[in-house]
């Protein structure tokens, strides 16, 4: 059998196969990635997400987003380790995001668009705050 007879049984085979979960009422599509990955704290990204994505990951590890920090860092008590290391580290793991959130929690929107003036990548911290948050909601 030729590669493409091939994959055009392993097609229809799928194709076959999802049309009789939907007959029969078993979630497919996003119902069924969202029972799949729920538990792993995977979220769906949709087309805004993906467009909005690269964006998020011009950091150079400058630190200049982290200038007057101190106090923020301090007052969270371990929550928040600062912009840069959340830019790099948590807001890049989507089951690490809850902890993200929280940490952004300690920032308010004003600083972080002070934040985005000063970064030389333009990473954009308040739709990325956002996005943090959305994917990190419990309503997954
Ligand atoms: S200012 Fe921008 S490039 Fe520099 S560490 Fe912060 S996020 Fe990264």
């Known amino acids: 059998m030729s590669a493409q007879l091939r994959a055009l049984v ?30 792993d704290r995977l979220p769906p990204v949709g087309p805004d997400d993906r467009d909005a994505m690269p964006a998020f990951s011009g950091c150079v590890a400058c630190g200049l987003c982290d200038r007057g920090e101190g106090e923020r860092i301090a007052a969270s008590r371990g929550e928040y380790p600062g912009l840069m290391r959340l830019v790099l580290a948590s807001s890049r793991s989507m089951p690490d995001f809850d902890a993200a959130a929280r940490a952004l929690a300690h920032v ?31 309503a997954l």
């Not at 497919?28 to 990955?37: D, V």
């Open 108 to 138: 308010p929107d004003a600083v972080l668009a002070e934040k985005e003036a000063v970064c030389p990548t333009s990473i954009p911290f308040r739709r990325l705050a956002r996005f943090v948050r959305d994917k990190a909601s419990p």
């Open 10 to 39: 392993i097609l229809a085979l799928a194709l076959m196969r999802s049309l009789v979960a939907r007959v029969s009422g078993r979630p497919t599509g996003l119902p069924l990635f969202l029972e799949n990955y729920r538990d």
